[in-house]
């Protein structure tokens, strides 16, 4: 399997549908999905069928293999950043309700499913609070923080990208001129921010090396030939992708041990305040939604990833493993299928920076590992081609605790 890196550079606003509620506006997401990236290259594809003397199109070959197959490529969301370490926060994260935001501009963004965990472990009440504005005597509430980060050595930062709305008048089909008392705005993703264009990181994942390749070699050939998002004819969506083709790089063994060096630490602080209890001997490792995602269970949908599901994903059905705490919330979410024409269902979605905390048994351990490594690349639940249900194991900011507020 290879990963296709790409750097998305808008060059036009982006009209990223989300929501359109009653009335006359459409909202703009704050990223592009993964399934605007999919439909946007199968367009190119199919306009040029033949390329390389490849038919993308005909039965059996790399469109299908690409698009429609069991193994079809996983593209996934594009989140904006500078660079390509760029995350979603766990739905864990708070910081403080006076000035919330990462330091120096605010009073810093700290995680909380650590502590949270320990305290209903020894029945105590948690309620955090922010050190910096405890220490000025201010207002120390905190509230969830939510939204994408990147980070830098020791230092984290915000990402996100402004929107504007566009005010257009509606054309008579027949004069072919502006109708009178027809005007709609769109919302759109700004193309500049800070004097500097957008970036957008995302990644294709592929089995076939060598349709990665390929693939990689057509991104590059038609950089500025992909359109995304919607009124592409009125001159919105123009980007410029580039595309790098590497080998994946998993690292779950090492969050695995951080996570739980972290954990171990903090159970042996709150014994000291509460009484000394001894910690299970277990395994310890979370499940950090990356994008919204599409959970089954019994034909149900679901917001909570149980452990039978955990084990169905990973094929470990005889597998011991414990659900301890979830955190997460819901949306609905539909979107346009241009290949046929028509609405997609309206599907009921788990928000992206959902926090699932699992353990098992220390012998099971390197089989888990395995296992979520798989994970990690394929995704969770349903439409992962389209980028939902992508996850990371063991987030490092839930190792940020209370005083390392970052």
């Not at 008392?181 to 076939?208: A, F, R």
Request: hydrophobic share 35%.
């Amino acid at each position: 399997m290879k990963r296709i890196q790409l750097e998305i550079k808008a060059l036009s606003p982006l009209a990223i549908g989300r929501k359109k509620p009653g009335g006359s506006v459409s909202e703009a997401a704050d990223y592009i999905p993964g399934s605007v990236i999919r439909g946007a290259m199968a367009a190119v594809m199919l306009q040029q069928s033949g390329w390389q003397d490849t038919d993308f199109t005909e039965s059996g070959g790399d469109f299908q293999a690409l698009f429609l197959s069991g193994d079809a490529a996983i593209f996934r969301n594009g989140y904006p950043a500078a660079t390509e370490d760029v995350g979603v926060l766990p739905a864990t994260a708070v910081s403080a309700k006076a000035n919330p935001g990462f330091k120096p501009k605010g009073n810093g963004v700290f995680d909380t499913l650590i502590d949270r965990f320990c305290a209903e472990s020894y029945n105590h009440l948690y309620d955090p609070s922010c050190p910096k504005t405890l220490e000025e005597g201010t207002d120390s509430r905190v509230e969830p923080f939510s939204g994408f980060y990147s980070k830098m050595t020791d230092k984290c930062t915000s990402q996100s990208v402004t929107k504007r709305l566009l005010t257009r008048v509606g054309i008579n089909r027949r004069r072919a001129t502006s109708e009178e008392q027809v005007l709609y705005s769109i919302e759109v993703l700004n193309e500049t921010q800070h004097k500097q264009p957008v970036v957008y990181h995302s990644s294709i994942l592929v089995d076939d090396d060598n349709l990665a390749d390929q693939l990689t070699q057509f991104i590059s050939c038609n950089s500025e030939n992909f359109r995304l998002g919607g009124a592409a004819s009125r001159g919105l969506g123009k980007v410029k992708i580039e595309a790098n083709s590497v080998e994946p790089n998993i690292d779950v063994d090492s969050r695995v041990k951080r996570f739980n060096v972290a954990l171990q630490q903090r159970w042996r602080e709150w014994g000291n305040l509460f009484g000394n209890r001894p910690l299970e001997n277990r395994t310890y490792f979370t499940l950090d939604l990356q994008s919204d995602a599409i959970l089954t269970e019994n034909w149900q949908r679901t917001m909570v990833i149980y452990s039978d599901m955990l084990r169905q994903f990973s094929q470990l059905t005889d597998y011991p493993v414990e659900l301890h705490v979830a955190y997460s919330s819901y949306d609905y979410i539909s979107g346009w299928n241009s290949a046929w024409g028509l609405m997609k269902d309206v599907e009921l979605i788990t928000n992206k920076g959902a926090v699932y905390l699992f353990s098992t048994i220390k012998d099971k351990e390197k089989d888990w590992i395995e296992a979520l490594e798989k994970l990690e690349l394929k995704g969770v639940g349903d439409r992962t081609c389209e980028g939902f249900g992508q996850v990371q194991v063991c987030n490092d900011f839930h190792t940020i605790v209370w005083e390392e507020a970052k």
